[in-house]
């Protein structure tokens, strides 16, 4: 049975009706539970492991638990997690190593404590136990707002348990944590309670591939308690501590998944994230006792609203005035609207370098990257989306998650799911352009691979929803080859090659190219195959994205053997297609995404050694099913003497499910064998 | 006065354009993705524990990539260093400045657990001024202090390929009483300038001027070892009150010796558990095993690399109450436990890694990143005497055993008396090799089966040895997929077992593996044609470019073996089977033979065998084409092809 991404919309804490809240599975699932600090013996027992033959370690029991309590008048994230891991293979040591990211800004503070930790090994009938030396954790500053806690557990051999247990305390609401279900290790047991108090509202996204063991949850009352210190009012007068207890009504969510298998990376994946079976939590709204409810995010007319009022977004899109000047000719020299954008993008490249830091809100002022010369994905697209306006176009800008960011959930109007800005400008009815000018490899209208990640949100100039905007490109992955070879009656071939990289296949071959040299490129490509030797060669377009990228050059290569024969052998199509078929594992868990449309298109006309014919090999079509791909392949003889061939390879869907794998893979195998298939030649 | 001030004022006018791209002679632009305009290296040595190092370095980026590298400054530090400033400007292609660096735009970030280890305070501050439009000119300014002069800087100034170098300089001054030593490297005549006395201190002054870009050849010694450098190392050091002098091995050894005394100290019930082994197993080489299986099963590796704590060893005892260290302290806990147990033993300062450069040997001074083992083993009765040499990090290597990772190569053994640098284990061909059987099946519409076992000893196993004890079995076979040229497959079994080594100390590895291979015969009309060297062809030697310009550096020398049975389909029989091939160079050996077994099975039988000439581990580069026109031939010999035809056809 194939499995099929879920993403569940669980109930949020208020504001959905319990119809629509999920339910729990109908076969009742026994909790599983430890005692801290108890090893269990089932666990030193080899047969409770049987099945567990291919893992280095397994997580037996993984529970976490967030709660809210009040921190003198705020209200504060406590946590609490408890672990217990067995490990079966010395490869599988490094669980017992953690790392615990904590966030800081200003005087707030993340904060680890009860950190306590057991590893357990048995020993002659015995089990041993041995307590973490809560004085061996370390802390590191790794970035400026996120310190490490690491902790190693001790005595971690081959069949020990290890355990431990932390609280986390936050003063983030927005960082409400995660909680993941699945690791690269097999999970037995994990789960995770909230209790959140009618005050907050945090939608939950659930996502994966694996089903929840266990999901229920229950209107619950809660007690936060007040504390206010002493001290001396601004009247002058001596105020006492006081504490005052408030009664909430909350919401206790408990969810589990058990038996999760160990989460796999596969060729042809976005990002891990966006496979991991995980629960989200997203602050969108609270309301204090006494105040009316606030929206954090909610809608997205709200999300909208906020953006084209923040400071780093909106109000950075009226300011460019200082590119007035350098636009002015432009507008004049460009009346149509494409040929403008474009003009105007090369203008931003020119000016700005994208420093590698993706975002969607501009890092500063816009003229300060302008003067920096460099800024972040939000920092150039923003700019160039105000100075397409600043130019008469009425570009938009379009939100997107880069593609190692993870996939949008579009039930939610939740900004965090973005992380990245591009430009939109329709154009007419049918048509609009999308615009990034982070990449000058790329011609314009052509976003960079990291974008593709299906769709993006426009957000309006004016007040509204917006829309989604489909960020599939028509533009393929297109390499052509046009290859004319003359074979001698010795075997040696010799003959012309046009090789051509187009759309999305053109900016890794420019990129390859600016780094190491034309030298050096063909060098390798030559190196590639032996005895070839490449005499001459000439690129053209290599610093010019608008136009096709290609590469002529002349081809020899030697007989491999002097002896010249009755029949001949011989495979032309080899050396210009794929070696290998790019699918190598015979099954998939997860879709197969490409991001674009491909195309792989070779003509080739071999001149025969005179007084030879050719066996002709036989046409052939293949078809992907639901009009996925098409695999065209002919062999003719135009004129006596030359046999063309022809070999069209096309995908036509940039994500295929993991159903359709078998089929995608079958579909190269084929194409392959046939591209793999010996002409053979015969002296008359 | 008034007028005097105007004047000054309108003589400072604009500045000066620095470092216009136009000023570069064109034969330094040649080739050169950036050019080096200047690297000014100023080292002074305050004390014997104590120097300040500051750099000048003005690069002009000209293609995109070197930004990435040079546009960019990462200056590593750590808690014996501190970093005073790092400025930096940028400059537009004539020289006019674009930008000044702000103390803002310098970033600072942790190592973590980056290379391996669980602590380290290893930092990086950063800054990046890479910009949009070709080409530029970047210039940072940095000093470091440091309070580790058990390093001092190295010179180098061009080191990468495609980097031109128009002029560098390197001064060190150091108290006379402090003299400096040094070794250069490939240095052009009249780069060094005799050294100055003024006062207290002694300067030393080198330069390099209009080096033009070169580029990285196949099968050469890595650049850093042919491009000029100088080497500075201290005669006398201090690190955190640890003194110690480096004009020897010996004394180098003896500091670093000195550093772990009395951390050697075990639990008392540790020191008897141990001691008991000398009733038990009366054979020094029996016991000293039993004592490596003891400190595999019971100990792992964690790196925690602190201050001094990145020289000086954690106390055994930390080891034996965590069952964790690092290598230093895993090395210096095994020596205890085999004290203890009646086996004297040295800790090894080792380069380790598979692409480590030996130490140069004429040079004392830290060239070491690892920590092992070495255990001499007196002659007993008709044993002869042998040393055996241990990697205490390891969970699972072989008892004696080094492989890519610390053989072949110089250690510095620690001893009471210092230092003595030693070699550590020799692997030959016989060491390095690999012997397959395939079965292929084939049936008469091309596709076929095959069973394959490969056994892989010494060096060829220390890759799958890794894969055996470190991978899953998803794993394991994502790497053997990654690893078979071959245009289509199905993995359908696969099984790794290290059996008993057969050699001491040279462990094996076994791969079994079972393939699903349709289309492995191109069929042409009737007859259908295979490569009967399915899995054991040898790749392309990349063609040489130009004349060769470095020295040929010649991998390790190993034997390989294959036999390739292939079980023809009904019907068919061989129409054709490729000549005999005989190769013999001064790189190695080579036969392949084609022969029909009576049943009528094809036997395909290869055999490589290749070394190293005498004259070391790299020879002259005009070697070059000699060589590349052996492994052609054997590349082109490997491709033989088998045809098959239907009986009747």
Redesign the interface.
């Known amino acids: 049975m194939n499995k099929h991404l879920r993403i569940v919309i669980l109930g949020a804490a208020f504001g959905l009706p319990a119809a629509a809240m999920a339910q729990a599975p109908s076969a009742p699932v026994k909790s599983v539970t430890i005692k801290f600090g108890q090893p269990a013996p089932a666990d030193f027992e080899a047969k409770n492991f049987v099945g567990d033959s ?3 370690a397994v997580v037996l029991y993984d529970f976490g638990s967030t709660r809210f309590r009040l921190n003198g008048l705020r209200f504060q994230l406590e946590s609490d997690r408890v672990t217990r891991i067995k490990v079966l ?3 599988g ?1 490094d669980v ?2 953690v ?1 615990v990211p904590l966030y800081h800004q200003g005087q707030a503070e993340e904060k680890l404590t009860s950190l306590r930790g057991f590893t357990y090994n048995e020993a002659g009938g015995k089990i041993e136990k041995v307590k973490l ?1 809560a004085g ?1 954790t ?1 802390a ?5 707002n996120v310190r ?1 806690r ?1 902790f ?1 557990l ?5 069949g020990a348990v290890i355990e431990y247990a932390y609280t986390v305390s936050s003063d983030f609401l927005f960082n409400f944590q995660d909680w993941s279900f699945q690791r690269e290790i097999p999970t037995r047991w994990s789960e995770f309670q909230a209790t959140i108090p009618e005050y907050f509202d945090y939608k939950m996204v659930m996502q994966g591939y694996e089903p929840l063991a266990l999901q229920t949850q229950e209107q619950v009352s809660a007690q936060y308690t007040a504390h206010e210190s002493g001290g001396i009012a601004m009247s002058g007068e001596r105020t006492s501590a006081s504490s005052e207890t408030i009664m909430a009504r909350a919401t206790s969510y408990h969810w589990a998944m058990q038996n999760v298998p ?1 989460l ?1 990376d596969e060729p042809y994946m976005t990002t891990m994230r966006d496979y991991v079976a995980r629960l989200n939590f997203e602050l969108a709204g609270q309301r204090m006792p006494g105040q009316t409810y606030q929206n954090v995010t909610g809608s997205w007319p709200k999300i909208n609203a906020d953006l084209r009022a923040s400071d780093m977004f909106g109000g950075q899109l009226g300011r460019v005035g200082f590119l007035a000047e350098a636009l002015k000719p432009l507008i004049a020299q460009y009346p149509d609207p494409a040929t403008r954008a474009a003009a105007v993008r090369q203008l931003i ?5 994208y ?1 590698g830091t993706n975002g969607y809100s501009a890092s500063g002022p816009l003229r300060r990257s302008y ?4 800024g972040t994905a939000a920092d150039v697209n923003l700019l160039l989306i105000a100075a397409l306006r600043e130019a008469g176009l009425p570009a938009e800008p379009v939100l997107l998650s880069t593609r190692s960011h993870g996939r949008v959930n579009q039930f939610f109007p939740l900004l965090e799911q973005f992380n990245y800005v591009v430009g939109v400008l329709p154009l007419d009815e049918k048509q609009e352009l999308l615009l990034d000018a982070t990449d ?1 490899l790329l011609p314009c209208g052509l976003l960079p691979t990291r974008c593709l990640s299906q769709v993006g949100r426009l957000v309006p100039s004016k007040e509204g929803e917006g829309r989604w905007v489909n960020l599939t490109p028509a533009q393929r992955h297109l390499h052509f080859q046009d290859i004319k070879l003359t074979l001698d009656a010795q075997g040696n071939l010799s003959g012309q090659v046009r090789e051509e990289h187009g759309g999305y296949a053109a900016a890794p071959v420019r990129e390859k190219l ?4 034309e ?2 490129y063909l ?2 490509l ?8 490449v005499p001459t060669y000439k690129f053209s377009a290599i610093n010019d994205p608008a136009k096709t990228l290609s590469l002529s050059y002349e081809l020899r290569q030697a007989a ?1 053997t002097t002896s010249s024969a009755q029949e001949l ?1 011989i ?1 032309p199509l080899a050396a210009f297609v794929e ?3 790019p699918f ?3 099954k998939r868990k997860y879709p197969v995404d490409f991001g674009s449309l491909r195309q792989d298109v070779l003509v080739l006309t071999l001149t025969l050694p005179a007084g030879y014919a050719a ?1 002709l090999p036989k046409p052939t079509t293949l078809t992907l099913p639901d009009n996925g791909g098409r695999y065209l392949y002919s062999a003719t003889s135009p004129t006596p003497g030359t046999v063309q061939f022809v070999s069209r390879l096309t995908l036509d869907k940039p994500v295929y499910g993991a159903e359709e794998y078998g089929s995608l893979r079958e579909f ?2 084929l194409a ?2 046939k591209q ?5 030649l015969r002296k008359q | 006065m008034f007028l005097t001030i105007l004047a000054a004022l309108l003589l400072a006018g604009p500045p000066a354009p620095k470092y216009p791209v136009e000023a570069i002679a064109p034969a330094l632009r040649e080739n050169a993705h950036a050019v080096v305009r200047a690297y000014d290296e100023v080292v002074t040595v305050k004390s014997a524990s104590q120097l300040v190092k500051s750099v000048h370095q003005v690069v002009t980026i000209l293609g995109p990539g070197a930004g990435d590298e040079y546009g960019v400054l990462s200056v590593a530090y750590d808690d014996l260093d501190r970093l005073n400033y790092l400025r930096g400007a940028v400059y537009d292609a004539q020289g006019h400045l674009l930008h000044q660096l702000r103390p803002a735009e310098v970033h600072d970030q942790g190592l973590g657990s980056s290379g391996g280890s669980f602590m380290t305070d290893l930092r990086v501050r950063y800054a990046d001024l890479r910009q949009p439009t070709l080409p530029y000119t970047v210039e940072f300014d940095y000093e470091i202090t440091s309070n580790n002069t058990l390093f001092y800087p190295n010179w180098q100034p061009q080191s990468d390929e495609n980097i031109a170098l128009e002029s560098a300089t390197l001064q060190v001054t150091t108290p006379t009483t402090l003299p400096l030593r040094f070794e250069e490297q490939l240095l052009p005549a009249g780069a060094a300038t005799a050294p100055t006395v003024a006062g207290s201190q002694t300067t030393y002054r080198w330069q390099l001027a209009a080096r033009p870009a070169v580029e990285a050849e196949p099968l050469a010694p890595p650049l850093s070892e042919l491009l000029p450098a100088v080497h500075l190392a201290p005669a006398t050091f201090e690190v955190q009150g640890y003194a110690g002098s480096l004009d020897s091995w010996q004394n180098l050894g003896l500091w670093t010796y000195q550093l772990g005394k009395g951390r050697d100290v075990l639990p008392p019930a540790l020191t008897a558990k141990m001691a008991q082994l000398l009733i038990t197993d009366p054979d020094p080489r029996a016991r000293a095993r039993k004592v490596y299986e003891y400190l595999q099963s019971s100990t792992r590796y964690v790196s925690v690399q602190l201050g001094l704590g990145g020289w000086q060893t954690a106390p055994a005892q930390a080891v034996a109450t965590g069952g964790y260290g690092d290598c230093k302290a895993l090395s210096n806990y095994t020596c205890a436990l085999l004290r203890a147990a009646g086996l004297p033993a040295y800790v090894a300062l080792v380069g380790a890694g598979a692409d480590h450069a030996d130490v140069r040997a004429g040079f004392p001074s830290s060239q070491f990143n690892h920590a092992i083992l070495c255990m001499p083993l007196a002659a007993r009765g008709s044993t002869p005497a042998d040393t055996v040499w241990l990697e205490c990090t390891s969970q699972t290597e072989a008892f004696g055993y080094m492989g890519s990772f610390t053989g072949n190569r110089h250690a510095l053994l620690l001893t009471p008396e210092g230092g003595r640098l030693v070699a550590t284990p020799r692997y030959g061909a016989q060491a390095n090799r690999q012997q397959r059987r395939t079965d292929l099946w084939l049936d008469a519409t091309g596709n076929a089966k095959a069973t394959v076992r490969t056994q892989r000893v010494g060096l060829a196993q220390d890759r799958y040895a890794q894969l055996l004890h470190g991978a899953d079995p998803d794993e394991q076979k994502k790497y053997v997929a990654n690893r078979l040229h071959l245009n289509h497959f199905t993995i359908t079994s696969l099984r790794l077992t290290a059996p008993a080594a057969s050699t001491p100390a040279l462990p094996s590895v076994v791969e079994q593996l079972g393939l699903d291979l349709p289309n492995v015969a191109t069929t042409a009309g009737r007859r259908l044609l295979v490569e009967p060297n399915l899995l054991g062809r040898l790749a392309a030697l990349p063609a040489q470019v130009g004349p060769r310009q470095a020295p040929l550096a010649l991998p390790a020398a190993s034997l390989t073996q294959d036999t390739v049975r292939l079980h023809l389909p009904t019907g068919f029989k061989a129409e054709n089977l490729p000549q005999p091939v005989q190769l013999t160079s001064a790189y190695g050996t080579y036969t392949s033979t084609c022969t029909t077994l009576p049943d009528g099975t094809l036997q395909y039988v290869r055999q490589l065998e290749t070394r190293r000439p005498a004259g070391g581990t790299t020879l002259p580069a005009t070697k070059y084409s000699e060589y590349q026109d052996f492994s052609r031939k054997i590349n082109q010999a490997d491709h033989a092809q088998v045809v098959l035809v239907a009986n009747g056809a």
């Open positions: 291919a893992a280095s293979k010395k490869s040591y017992a190593t790392e030396d061996t370390f590191e500053e790794r970035t400026k490490i690491k190693t001790p005595n971690v051999r081959e160990a796999r490249m020119q000016a700005v370098k420093d003067e920096l010369h460099r000058p600016l780094s190491v040299g030298k050096k060098t390798e030559a190196g590639r195959h032996s005895g070839w030797e491999s052998y495979n070696a290998q078929n190598r594992d015979e066996e190269y195998r392959l064998a793999a298939e010996a002409l053979v």
